[in-house]
């Protein structure tokens, strides 16, 4: 009989665990880890005085000299602006440059003349600088079809290019969409004393675009070949991975002023000498209040000549060093002992 019983009694606490750890599987309650439990090793720095100091003092010292080097390195970049929308319009079509732009009877041809300022060592940079051009438009921006640009056998895709997806037969335009059609299409010549200074073209895009963007095999096709035309026009023997004025254009720019590259020159400009420069101003900016330029530039080991990285550095170091001071003074005129209790709110009218 006592077999019986502690047999029953066993059955029963058996029982028991069985339907508790059921109970538990059951459970929404999330495992205990250390992870959820936030019980995992911790450091947590304590930004004492010398801590904070010794930081300011080490930001000042290495953003300074950057500054200075970058400001330094800007200065020694020689740059020519020159804007020449309004100069190349003749005199009686002053009040109505629309006109005149729009004409295909009007002289586009003109001639400037730039002073060299300092030497400038090749290669120069040629850029054209467009004012008030929203390339980053939402519209703009999506007319275009990046699988037709890479490759022949998307030729037909131009359902992201509307207006400029097809002509009036419904053949495809390649490259199709607004960003290829608007194309800038303004042409450069320079001289300096009769000598003529070759413009080269080579390696002015991205070499991943060229390979990765712009395929090997696909060709302009109907291009600018409608009523309205909106810009260049393309050579329809060459592949569009060779066509870097292009490729160039197709990179769109984030702010509403650009430049964009045009070309280099391979030889040193001396300083004093005048640069003759005949320009084929053909790109409509008149409708939208838009403004163009020419640029000339050297180069430094920072890129064009731009001081806000250098003002940014040293506007950076300098507060920092200010505040490193200010912490030193503050720290030796009235110390207090770190982690000290009285100093906190609710004890403040305890103290004694």
């Known amino acids: 009989m006592a077999i019986t019983g502690a047999s029953s009694s066993g059955g029963a606490k058996d029982g028991t665990s069985d339907s508790s750890s059921v109970a538990r599987r059951n459970s929404k309650k999330p495992k205990y880890s250390r992870f959820t439990q936030q019980e995992l090793p911790a450091c947590k720095p304590i930004l004492t005085p010398g801590w904070v100091i010794t930081a300011f003092i080490s930001i000042g010292v290495i953003f300074i000299p950057i500054g200075l080097a970058s400001l330094f390195a800007s200065e020694r970049v020689v740059e020519i602006v020159d804007r020449y929308d309004e100069d190349c319009v003749p005199l009686n079509y002053t009040y109505n440059k629309l006109a005149y732009i729009q004409s295909s009877e009007t002289n586009k041809t003109c001639t400037k003349r ?211 001071i200010s912490f030193i003074l503050l720290y030796v005129i009235k110390p207090r002992p770190l982690g000290d209790p009285s100093y906190l709110s609710w004890n403040r009218g305890h103290t004694s």
């Open 114 to 324: 730039l002073i060299v300022s300092k030497q400038m060592k090749s290669p120069v940079y040629i850029y054209y600088q467009l004012d008030n051009f929203y390339q980053n438009h939402r519209r703009y921006v999506k007319s275009r079809s990046d699988k037709q640009l890479r490759s022949k056998a998307s030729e037909d895709d131009t359902s992201t290019c509307k207006p400029e997806a097809v002509t009036e037969n419904n053949s495809p335009i390649v490259p199709c969409g607004l960003i290829a059609w608007s194309l800038f299409n303004d042409t450069y010549g320079f001289s300096v004393k009769n000598k003529v200074l070759e413009v080269s073209k080579k390696n002015i895009a991205w070499k991943s675009d060229q390979e990765n963007k712009f395929g090997s095999d696909v060709y302009p096709k109907n291009f600018q070949s409608g009523g309205l035309i909106g810009g260049a026009k393309l050579n329809a023997s060459i592949p569009l991975s060779e066509q870097e004025d292009l490729i160039v254009w197709m990179r769109t720019a984030a702010l509403p002023t650009f430049r964009k590259l045009y070309g280099k020159i391979e030889t040193d400009l001396e300083a004093n000498d005048e640069i003759t420069v005949v320009i084929q101003n053909n790109y409509n900016t008149y409708s939208f209040g838009g403004k163009k330029r020419l640029v000339l530039s050297t180069t430094s080991w920072i890129g064009g000549k731009n001081d806000f990285l250098g003002v940014a550095y040293l506007t950076v170091g300098g507060l920092c060093l200010f505040l490193a």
